[in-house]
Protein backbone atom coordinates (compact mmCIF):
# COMPACT_ATOMS: atom_id res chain seq x y z
CA UNK A 1 0.00 0.00 0.00
CA UNK A 2 3.04 2.56 1.03
CA UNK A 3 4.47 1.80 -2.76
CA UNK A 4 0.92 2.57 -4.21
CA UNK A 5 0.93 5.54 -2.18
CA UNK A 6 4.68 6.55 -3.40
CA UNK A 7 4.07 5.98 -6.49
CA UNK A 8 1.03 8.07 -7.11
CA UNK A 9 2.51 10.55 -5.41
CA UNK A 10 5.37 10.43 -7.94
CA UNK A 11 3.35 10.14 -10.46
CA UNK A 12 1.75 13.43 -9.67
CA UNK A 13 4.29 15.48 -9.44
CA UNK A 14 5.91 14.30 -12.63
CA UNK A 15 2.51 15.04 -14.17
CA UNK A 16 2.92 18.73 -12.34
CA UNK A 17 6.61 19.68 -13.54
CA UNK A 18 7.16 20.59 -17.00
CA UNK A 19 9.88 19.36 -19.12
CA UNK A 20 13.67 21.14 -18.09
CA UNK A 21 13.53 24.15 -20.09
CA UNK A 22 16.69 26.15 -21.64
CA UNK A 23 16.13 29.92 -21.60
CA UNK A 24 18.48 30.87 -23.90
CA UNK A 25 16.85 34.62 -24.93
CA UNK A 26 16.98 33.65 -28.75
CA UNK A 27 13.52 34.64 -29.54
CA UNK A 28 13.30 37.61 -27.87
CA UNK A 29 13.10 40.82 -29.99
CA UNK A 30 16.44 42.05 -30.93
CA UNK A 31 17.51 44.82 -28.80
CA UNK A 32 20.47 47.62 -29.44
CA UNK A 33 20.08 49.30 -25.97
CA UNK A 34 19.16 47.11 -22.35
CA UNK A 35 15.07 46.72 -22.26
CA UNK A 36 13.77 45.07 -19.45
CA UNK A 37 12.82 41.78 -19.37
CA UNK A 38 9.45 40.61 -19.80
CA UNK A 39 7.86 39.02 -17.09
CA UNK A 40 6.57 35.77 -17.77
CA UNK A 41 9.32 34.91 -20.29
CA UNK A 42 10.34 31.24 -19.78
CA UNK A 43 7.73 30.94 -17.48
CA UNK A 44 9.67 33.00 -14.87
CA UNK A 45 9.09 36.29 -13.58
CA UNK A 46 12.19 38.93 -14.02
CA UNK A 47 12.72 41.71 -11.99
CA UNK A 48 15.73 44.01 -12.06
CA UNK A 49 16.86 41.97 -15.27
CA UNK A 50 17.51 43.67 -18.91
CA UNK A 51 18.13 41.68 -22.23
CA UNK A 52 20.16 43.61 -24.95
CA UNK A 53 21.79 42.13 -27.93
CA UNK A 54 25.02 42.71 -26.90
CA UNK A 55 26.95 43.12 -29.80
CA UNK A 56 25.02 45.86 -31.03
CA UNK A 57 25.19 47.87 -27.50
CA UNK A 58 27.79 50.22 -27.29
CA UNK A 59 28.04 50.07 -23.44
CA UNK A 60 28.72 46.20 -23.53
CA UNK A 61 31.65 45.07 -21.48
CA UNK A 62 33.42 42.10 -22.55
CA UNK A 63 31.63 39.83 -20.36
CA UNK A 64 28.31 40.57 -22.29
CA UNK A 65 30.12 38.98 -25.85
CA UNK A 66 31.25 35.75 -25.22
CA UNK A 67 28.14 34.02 -26.53
CA UNK A 68 26.49 33.71 -30.14
CA UNK A 69 26.24 36.50 -32.29
CA UNK A 70 23.22 37.82 -32.97
CA UNK A 71 21.86 36.30 -29.74
CA UNK A 72 20.15 38.86 -27.15
CA UNK A 73 21.74 38.35 -22.81
CA UNK A 74 19.82 38.75 -19.87
CA UNK A 75 21.59 40.83 -17.65
CA UNK A 76 21.57 42.23 -13.80
CA UNK A 77 21.48 44.64 -12.91
CA UNK A 78 21.84 47.56 -15.62
CA UNK A 79 22.31 49.91 -12.52
CA UNK A 80 22.70 49.42 -8.82
CA UNK A 81 20.43 51.83 -6.52
CA UNK A 82 21.04 52.58 -2.89
CA UNK A 83 19.81 49.11 -2.01
CA UNK A 84 22.60 47.68 -4.00
CA UNK A 85 22.67 45.20 -7.38
CA UNK A 86 19.39 43.18 -6.63
CA UNK A 87 17.30 40.73 -9.14
CA UNK A 88 14.86 38.09 -9.10
CA UNK A 89 13.77 35.18 -10.62
CA UNK A 90 10.24 34.22 -8.99
CA UNK A 91 6.89 32.25 -10.42
CA UNK A 92 4.32 31.41 -7.90
CA UNK A 93 3.87 27.61 -8.68
CA UNK A 94 7.64 27.32 -8.13
CA UNK A 95 10.26 26.38 -10.45
CA UNK A 96 13.93 24.55 -9.83
CA UNK A 97 16.78 26.25 -10.90
CA UNK A 98 19.22 23.68 -12.03
CA UNK A 99 22.12 25.67 -13.94
CA UNK A 100 23.22 28.68 -15.92
CA UNK A 101 26.11 29.85 -17.86
CA UNK A 102 27.27 33.43 -17.38
CA UNK A 103 29.54 35.88 -16.29
CA UNK A 104 30.49 39.22 -14.85
CA UNK A 105 29.76 42.31 -17.71
CA UNK A 106 32.71 44.31 -16.60
CA UNK A 107 35.00 43.11 -14.43
CA UNK A 108 35.05 40.26 -11.52
CA UNK A 109 32.59 40.49 -8.91
CA UNK A 110 30.93 38.30 -6.52
CA UNK A 111 27.59 36.78 -7.26
CA UNK A 112 25.35 35.80 -4.48
CA UNK A 113 22.04 33.86 -5.44
CA UNK A 114 19.55 33.38 -2.28
CA UNK A 115 16.53 31.02 -2.58
CA UNK A 116 13.48 30.99 -1.31
CA UNK A 117 9.95 28.92 -1.56
CA UNK A 118 6.74 31.50 -0.07
CA UNK A 119 8.86 33.41 1.79
CA UNK A 120 10.89 30.54 4.04
CA UNK A 121 14.66 30.79 3.19
CA UNK A 122 15.90 27.50 1.54
CA UNK A 123 19.79 28.26 0.70
CA UNK A 124 22.55 30.53 -0.27
CA UNK A 125 25.11 29.83 -3.14
CA UNK A 126 28.20 32.52 -3.81
CA UNK A 127 30.00 32.14 -7.53
CA UNK A 128 32.76 34.41 -8.29
CA UNK A 129 32.23 35.94 -11.61
CA UNK A 130 35.06 36.60 -14.14
CA UNK A 131 34.24 37.99 -17.21
CA UNK A 132 35.04 34.28 -18.76
CA UNK A 133 31.89 32.26 -19.36
CA UNK A 134 31.11 29.77 -16.76
CA UNK A 135 28.92 27.03 -15.85
CA UNK A 136 26.58 28.14 -12.20
CA UNK A 137 25.41 25.13 -11.12
CA UNK A 138 22.33 25.94 -7.85
CA UNK A 139 22.30 22.96 -5.44
CA UNK A 140 19.79 20.41 -6.13
CA UNK A 141 18.95 20.36 -2.28
CA UNK A 142 16.70 23.51 -3.06
CA UNK A 143 14.30 21.58 -4.73
CA UNK A 144 11.12 23.91 -5.60
CA UNK A 145 11.30 27.47 -4.52
CA UNK A 146 9.23 30.22 -5.26
CA UNK A 147 11.63 33.32 -5.93
CA UNK A 148 15.73 33.74 -5.84
CA UNK A 149 17.84 36.65 -5.37
CA UNK A 150 20.85 37.95 -7.17
CA UNK A 151 22.78 40.06 -5.24
CA UNK A 152 26.01 41.24 -7.60
CA UNK A 153 26.14 41.67 -11.00
CA UNK A 154 25.84 39.02 -14.00
CA UNK A 155 25.35 38.46 -17.50
CA UNK A 156 23.00 35.25 -18.62
CA UNK A 157 23.43 33.27 -21.67
CA UNK A 158 21.09 30.70 -20.83
CA UNK A 159 19.54 28.89 -17.69
CA UNK A 160 18.23 25.91 -17.13
CA UNK A 161 14.72 25.27 -14.50
CA UNK A 162 12.19 23.02 -14.26
CA UNK A 163 8.73 24.84 -13.63
CA UNK A 164 5.81 23.99 -12.49
CA UNK A 165 1.86 23.36 -14.52
CA UNK A 166 0.95 26.35 -15.06
Known amino acids: ????LL??????LA??????????FADLPDMDSPSPM??????????GFSYVDPYD??????GFKRGPVGRDVAFAPYACNTFGCNASLSASNGFELV?????????????????????????IQTFMMTTDVQELDFPP??????????????????????T???
Open 99 to 123: SAHGAAGYSKNPLVVTAYNNGKYVG
Open 15 to 24: LAANAQELIN
Open 164 to 166: LGH
Open 57 to 62: WGGAGS
Open 38 to 47: PNGYGNLNWT
Open 1 to 4: MKNL
Open 7 to 12: LFVLVG
Open 141 to 162: SWGIVTQIFFQGSVVLYDVSAY
